[in-house]
Nanobody
C-alpha cells in the first residue's frame, strides 16, 4: 500500500507556471504507475498525465500537451507535474494517484486505487 501527499498548488496568473509534487510513503514506490488527475467545480475528475513505473513512458491529455510535464524520482519516492503556460481553464483541485502496474501507465481513472488529498490550483485571467 502507498500513501500520497500532494504539494505545490496555489494561485498564479495566466501564462505562469507551477510545479506540483507528490510524495509517497510506504513500500515499493517503483511498483506503481503514477498519474495526475484534476477536478474542477461541477465537473468530473479527469486525467491529466501519467507515467510508468520506471519513468520511461509518459502520457498526457490533449488539453495539456506541450504545457505540462510529468516526471518521477524513484529514489526519492516522488512524482512531479511541471505546469507551464497555465490557463484559467486549468483551475481545479489536482490529485496524485497510484496504480499497481506492469510496464506502462494508465489513463483510466478506475485503474488507480491510491489517491492523495488533492491540492488546489487557481489560475487567474
Amino acid at each position: 500500500q502507498v500513501q500520497l501527499v500532494e504539494s505545490g498548488g496555489g494561485l498564479v496568473q495566466a501564462g505562469g507556471s507551477l510545479r506540483l509534487s507528490c510524495e509517497a510513503s510506504g513500500r515499493s514506490f517503483s511498483s506503481y504507475a503514477m498519474g495526475w488527475f484534476r477536478q474542477a467545480p461541477g465537473k468530473e475528475r479527469e486525467f491529466v498525465a501519467a507515467i510508468s513505473r520506471s519513468g520511461g513512458t509518459t502520457g498526457s491529455a490533449d488539453s495539456v500537451k506541450g504545457r505540462f510535464t510529468i516526471s518521477r524520482d524513484n529514489a526519492k519516492n516522488t512524482v512531479n507535474l511541471q505546469m507551464n503556460s497555465l490557463k484559467p481553464e486549468d483551475t481545479a483541485v489536482y490529485y496524485c494517484a497510484g496504480a499497481r502496474a506492469g510496464s506502462f501507465y494508465y489513463i483510466d481513472i478506475k485503474q488507480y486505487a491510491y489517491w492523495g488529498q488533492g491540492t488546489q490550483v487557481t489560475v487567474s485571467s
